[in-house]
């Protein structure tokens, strides 16, 4: 018997047959499953080697920059263009000069591909917590 059966069972045989009405309908408790969620992707996220959690702190911010409602992160089709420009800032914040002039002003393809790859997962996240927790009911 799980947290949320209990209540209920014991509610049963107070009410002897008749439910109460705030229990006709289902409820879920959003938040605090997205509080576990949330609490699950910290945990895998300090599994993540050193230099792959520096870069995702400069992609959280550029998606925390992002996250107001109209923003292309929440359009139904974001457009590639824009996503490769956002994953070009955070190369340009992340990758140090010295290093950029060694490569002779050219991205470093792998880096940059991983920096792709962590934005549009922050992204796909945060657009699905958006989905889950701020949805308009009417």
């Not at 992609?59 to 929440?74: I, L, N, P, Q, T």
């Not at 340009?92 to 991983?114: L, S």
């Amino acid at each position: 018997m799980n947290q949320f059966e209990e209540p209920y069972l014991r509610m049963r045989e107070e009410y002897a047959g008749r439910m109460p009405f705030y229990l006709t309908y289902p409820m879920t408790n959003v938040y605090q499953t997205e509080k576990e969620y949330e609490r699950d992707m910290e945990l895998m996220k300090e599994l993540y080697p050193r230099r792959m959690r520096k870069l995702l702190a400069y992609v959280e911010e550029e998606c925390d920059k992002m996250e107001y409602e109209g923003s292309m992160m929440y359009d139904e089709y974001p457009d590639k263009v824009l996503l490769y420009r956002t994953a070009a800032n955070v190369y340009d914040k992340a990758v140090p000069i010295q290093e950029t002039e060694r490569h002779g002003n050219r991205r470093d393809r792998d880096f940059m591909d991983v920096i792709q790859v962590l934005l549009y997962d922050e992204m796909y996240r945060r657009r699905g917590r958006r989905r889950r927790c701020c949805r308009k009911w009417w």
